[in-house]
């Protein structure tokens, strides 16, 4: 299948630091990525839809201005926790689609730890 | 907000025996995808079955789809150690844009 490459893998911050992550389409282009975020035992949380070329489509909920989505181009898109504190500490990951076709696969990144300390 | 509810929460087996997970959803599919994650890690794509499509097989593992009740099931046959893993079901759906929401999960021990 396709690969997705999500950098960094884990990353420890410092409270009120901002943390960029990065999610990569390796073989494909990806015209549509997604965010999830994931609390230790719990089940993958949609924060954000992203298109290229485009704003970012937040879920309710979620905060546009925390959360900073960019998908520049075809092959990536990146997600900065902007001030982060202890609460943002969280699995995140993003997934991609080739398409805009539903029946298509979406391929996910390994994910990122957060930590805020 | 969720789309998939799971049952069970948790499962736990002897090695050899087989596990089923069940998912239910709210709206209507394009297609519900399973997948796969160990502890603290990347998601593994199992299985993705379409809205028009009852039934689909891979290896080991038997998906089925009711549109009907909105459910579907995993069985895993022949569990072994190594399937010990969270499983999720994943709705693709057309709300408000394409977008895949995953459902809370199983969590399936198997024992050696």
């Known amino acids: 299948g396709a690969v997705v490459s999500q950098h960094p893998s884990w990353v420890i911050c410092k409270s009120g630091t901002s943390v960029k992550i990065e999610c990569r389409s390796l073989?494909?282009?990806?015209?549509?990525m997604f965010w999830y975020r994931q609390f230790p035992k719990q089940s993958l949380m949609l924060m954000a839809t992203?298109?290229?070329?485009?704003?970012?489509?937040?879920e309710q909920g979620v905060e546009k201005d925390k959360f900073l989505i960019n998908h520049a181009s075809l092959t990536l898109s990146t997600l900065t926790v902007t001030s982060a504190h202890p609460e943002d500490s969280s699995f995140y990951i993003c997934?991609?689609?080739?398409?805009?076709?539903?029946?298509?696969?979406?391929?996910f990144g390994q994910g990122t730890r957060l930590t805020v300390v | 907000s969720q789309q998939g509810e799971e049952d069970p929460q948790a499962l736990s087996i002897q090695e050899g025996e087989n596990a089923t997970m069940n998912c239910s959803y709210k709206?209507?599919?394009?297609?519900l995808q399973w997948y796969r994650q160990n502890s603290g890690r990347g998601l593994v794509h199992l299985i993705l079955?379409?809205?028009?499509?009852r039934e689909k097989h891979s290896g080991r593992l038997r998906v089925t789809l009711d549109t009907s009740k909105k459910s579907s099931s995993l069985l895993i046959t022949a569990s072994r150690a190594a399937d010990t893993a969270s499983y999720f079901c994943?709705?693709?759906?057309?709300?408000?844009?394409?977008?895949?929401?995953f459902g809370a999960g199983t969590r399936l021990f198997v024992k050696a």
């Open positions: 997934s991609a689609r080739a398409g805009q076709f539903m029946n298509t696969e979406a391929f």
């Open positions: 073989d494909f282009q990806a015209t549509t």
């Open positions: 992203s298109n290229e070329g485009s704003k970012a489509t937040y």
């Open positions: 709206t209507s599919i394009n297609n």
């Open positions: 079955i379409r809205s028009n499509e």
């Open positions: 994943a709705t693709g759906a057309n709300t408000g844009g394409f977008k895949t929401i």
